[in-house]
């Protein structure tokens, strides 16, 4: 079978080189802005080329899509629409813009040269997610009235916490966004009216611009209400790396996904108990890979895809900030 040939552009966020090991579907066949000493010596075959820079990855042949985790996150728009322009699908890291016109910039130039864009998008395409989704649109809960979700990071990495926008979108754009697609693909709704708050207060940082925690309101398209919270605040022996939460209240029941995404539980008038587990969880990657492969549709469209980014940008573009 004819495999996909990936190219892999910086590692500033959550690369895909891990998953493209031993992958029955794709290869990596070029990289660039990656140190060797931070891949799975897997990939580091004979038939991978390493490129000094994006240009020169754009115009390797052996590339059928690239996979954008750039240096500086405010880079990947113009990034995307090179790449698009040069006849390669992308794949990106969030957030892949960071203006609605950016945004509409990318979908624009993939709709006129054909060429498939895809963002990092598959935040409910884990369990328990899938089977929370498939409850919730079953109509188990009844109808949506209001939702809250939550995501959670700690501030100490290796490297620290960049202490600007630029390189990874800051607290919104890059956390927030999360928890707006567990909101929107996990309902089916659209995030209509957004409003944030955000502060720098707890930044350990002294003088440092990094928003430490941010507190959003929002509405959906059918009127229900619900707030999503973000912060760096997650400790380091938490069990789980982010601590993730989703509660989505309707008119007969509720559902929640709790504990860093380890416990669930649903209410309703006949039942109290968990979630009942159904799927494994998917890879969104793979599902872009049938889709160049077979032409097989994603399981959002891109406007479903993209709109929790559309609704963190202009949540950011409102962002009160608590001095």
């Known amino acids: 079978m004819k ?9 500033n966020g959550h690369q895909i080189h891990n998953q493209m090991v031993n ?9 660039s802005m990656i140190d060797r000493e931070k891949l799975p010596k897997e990939l580091l075959t004979g038939d991978v080329v390493f490129y000094e820079n994006f240009d020169s990855m754009l115009k390797a042949k052996n590339v059928d899509v690239i996979s954008i ?19 390669k699908h992308v794949y990106s890291e969030k ?8 945004l509409d910039e990318i979908l624009e130039v993939s709709k006129k040269t054909g060429m498939l864009f895809h963002e990092m998008a598959g935040s409910a395409f884990e369990e328990p997610f899938i089977s929370v989704t498939e409850l919730i649109k079953s109509g188990r809960i009844g ?11 700690p501030f100490k990495t290796s490297a620290g916490r ?25 309902t089916g709704l659209k995030i209509k009216d957004i409003y944030a708050m955000e502060t720098r207060h707890g930044n ?10 941010a507190s959003i309101m929002f509405s959906l398209d059918n009127n229900a209400v619900g707030c999503i919270i973000a912060n760096y605040l997650n400790m380091n022996n938490f069990p789980t790396w982010g601590n993730e939460h989703l509660r989505v209240w309707g008119t007969d029941g509720f559902v929640e996904i709790t504990d860093g995404l380890t416990a669930t539980r649903l209410v309703t008038p006949d039942y109290d108990g968990p979630v009942e587990i159904k799927y494994a969880t998917a890879d969104y990657f793979d ?16 406007e479903e895809e993209l709109h929790p980014l559309r609704a963190v940008i202009r949540a950011q573009e409102k962002a009160v900030e608590v001095e």
């Open 23 to 31: 992958h029955e579907k794709a290869q990596v066949t070029a990289i």
């Open 287 to 302: 599902f872009f890979i049938d889709e160049i492969l077979y032409n097989k549709p994603m399981p959002l469209t891109p």
């Open 204 to 213: 350990p940082v002294k003088d440092g611009n990094l928003k430490m925690a």
């Open 95 to 102: 957030p892949c813009a960071y203006t609605e016109k950016d």
């Open 69 to 87: 985790c750039a240096p500086r996150r405010i880079d990947q728009k113009d990034l995307a629409v090179k790449a698009l322009l040069a006849g």
């Open 143 to 153: 109808e949506v009235v209001q939702v809250f979700a939550q995501k959670s990071y």
């Open 162 to 186: 960049p202490q600007d926008d630029i390189t990874d979108g800051g607290l919104i754009r890059w956390i927030a966004v999360h928890a707006a697609r567990f909101v929107e693909h996990t």
């Open 3 to 11: 495999k996909v040939r990936v190219g892999l552009y910086g590692i």
